[in-house]
């Protein structure tokens, strides 16, 4: 079955260090997305991308960079990791034939 | 810009009550609205979704949501609640197809029995 999957799941990293969470999906889809999620503030968008070598940045991107080499990848970079970027991060495709997001299971990254 | 409102941050209601969630977004057009549903410790799954045509939209487990352009909303509808319902519900919006969706703040729904 086609899925899309998240890595690490938990990560525990000093603030200043570059962290990269991985995304990887077997859809086949163009349109990647990656959300954060924190308490009463939903989902919001950090990046996301229509396409290989295609990035856009989303509501919520400073300190956070993707990029798109091919279909099935878009992994999500701290640059210089900070306390404020504590969440949890899910990564997204959407089917066109559908119109819906499907959701990897998040990573929950924790900066000290 | 698009806006997505969910009012109530947790509801309560018991088990074998009827639920309903309210959303309200902000967008000029015909909007692409979508519930999804999150379980602790696990990702969101859809659980229904209006385009276009009939504004009444059924989905899996039971649930329902009811688009009404005059009121910008999109409420999410259960006639009977299971404990297993219990969950964070959230209301998003496309202003178009296959684009990126806005989400609201979530609803914490909890379950009594």
């Known amino acids: 079955d086609a899925e899309i999957t998240q890595s690490p799941r938990h990560k525990i990293t000093e603030t200043g260090r570059q962290v990269t969470l991985a995304c990887h999906q077997t859809?086949?889809?163009?349109?990647m997305f990656w959300y954060r999620q924190d308490l009463g503030h939903g989902l919001r968008l950090i990046h996301y991308?229509?396409?290989?070598?295609?990035?856009n940045k989303g509501e919520v991107s400073d300190g956070y960079s993707v990029s798109r080499s091919n279909t099935e990848d878009l992994p999500l970079t701290l640059e210089s990791a900070a306390s404020s970027q504590t969440s949890v991060y899910f990564c997204?495709?959407?089917?066109?034939?559908?119109?819906?997001?499907?959701f990897g299971e998040g990573s929950r990254l924790t900066v000290l | 810009a698009q806006s997505v409102t969910q009012p109530d941050i947790h509801i309560t209601v018991s088990e074998g009550a009827s639920l309903e969630l309210r959303c309200n977004y902000s967008?000029?057009?015909?909007?692409?609205l979508f519930w999804y549903v999150q379980s602790p410790g696990q990702g969101l799954q859809l659980l229904l979704k209006?385009?276009?045509?009939?504004?009444l939209v059924q989905g899996i487990k039971g649930f329902e949501a009811e688009f009404k352009r005059s009121q910008s909303s999109f409420n999410l509808r259960k006639p009977s609640v299971h404990w297993s319902d219990a969950a964070e519900y959230f209301c998003?919006?496309?202003?178009?197809?296959?684009?990126?969706?806005?989400f609201g703040a979530g609803t914490i729904l909890r379950v009594k029995s």
């Open positions: 997204a495709s959407m089917g066109l034939a559908t119109g819906e997001l499907f």
């Open positions: 859809w086949n889809h163009n349109n």
């Open positions: 991308s229509y396409g290989v070598q295609d990035t």
């Open positions: 967008y000029g057009a015909t909007p692409y």
């Open positions: 209006y385009f276009s045509g009939d504004t």
């Open positions: 998003a919006v496309g202003e178009e197809y296959g684009n990126k969706l806005v």
